[in-house]
T-cell receptor
Framework: DTGVSQDPRHKITKRGQNVTFRCDPI?????LYWYRQTLGQGPEFLTY????????KSRLLSDRFSAERPKGSFSTLEIQRTEQGDSAMYLC???????????FGPGTRLLVL | AQSVTQLDSQVPVFEEAPVELRCNYS??????LFWYVQYPNQGLQLLLK??????LVKGINGFEAEFNKSQTSFHLRKPSVHISDTAEYFC????????????FGQGTELSVKP
């Protein structure tokens, strides 16, 4: 069990640029979740996958955000035309359907200048 | 809609003193309950969870929590804290049979002083 990994750990970008984050879940986990955490707040749910199917998206996930999990393993979260308000920690978590515990990665901290 | 309220944003306490971090939730359906801890610049680590059964649950690092359905609370306690317990603590809920998405409270910053 190598845990959930996320890449990159830090990203600084200029407003208007596109960024992509990657999450590698625990290998046998079929559910994968994305959350966003702004400073001083708890994480907020963005979206989740069961295998390769994206089953739920939060209203927080604007049209500029897209997530994929093409082979039911790793996932990517892309933000197009970044805005300063997108600056946050993006957390990925994974779990097994029927077992409720989610295991979190270390997060990707995004700063939009 | 679900919501989670952590009643204290900051809790300062002296080393070896007891501590209670309070969490209340609202939901119209059955829920699972969790406490996570977050150290600076790290992800979240599960402390403990309540899924069913005994309402008193024990977790890692000497923490425990009690589920009170009538008061919709899930307060976290530790009888004697250590400096290394200094961190941010998050209470979270998920609705049963709803895909497992977690709704988090805003967090409680526990600061343990020598």
């Amino acid at each position: 069990d190598t845990g959930v990994s996320q890449d990159p750990r830090h990203k600084i970008t200029k407003r208007g640029q596109n960024v992509t984050f990657r999450c590698d879940p625990i290998s046998e986990h079929n559910r994968l979740y994305w959350y966003r955490q702004t400073l001083g707040q708890g994480p907020e749910f963005l979206t989740y996958f069961q295998n390769e199917a994206q089953l739920e998206k939060s209203r927080l996930l604007s049209d500029r955000f897209s997530a994929e999990r093409p082979k039911g393993s790793f996932s990517t979260l892309e933000i197009q035309r970044t805005e300063q308000g997108d600056s946050a920690m993006y957390l990925c978590a994974s779990s097994t359907q029927g077992r409720e515990t989610q295991y979190f990665g270390p997060g990707t901290r995004l700063l939009v200048l | 809609a679900q919501s989670v309220t952590q009643l204290d944003s900051q809790v300062p306490v002296f080393e070896e003193a007891p501590v209670e971090l309070r969490c209340n939730y609202s939901s119209s359906v059955s829920v699972y309950l969790f406490w996570y801890v977050q150290y600076p610049n790290q992800g979240l680590q599960l402390l403990l969870k309540y899924l069913s059964g005994s309402t008193l649950v024990k977790g890692i690092n000497g923490f425990e929590a009690e589920f009170n359905k009538s008061q919709t609370s899930f307060h976290l306690r530790k009888p004697s804290v250590h400096i290394s317990d200094t961190a941010e603590y998050f209470c979270a809920v998920s609705e049963t049979n709803q895909g497992g998405k977690l709704i988090f409270g805003q967090g409680t910053e526990l600061s343990v002083k020598p």
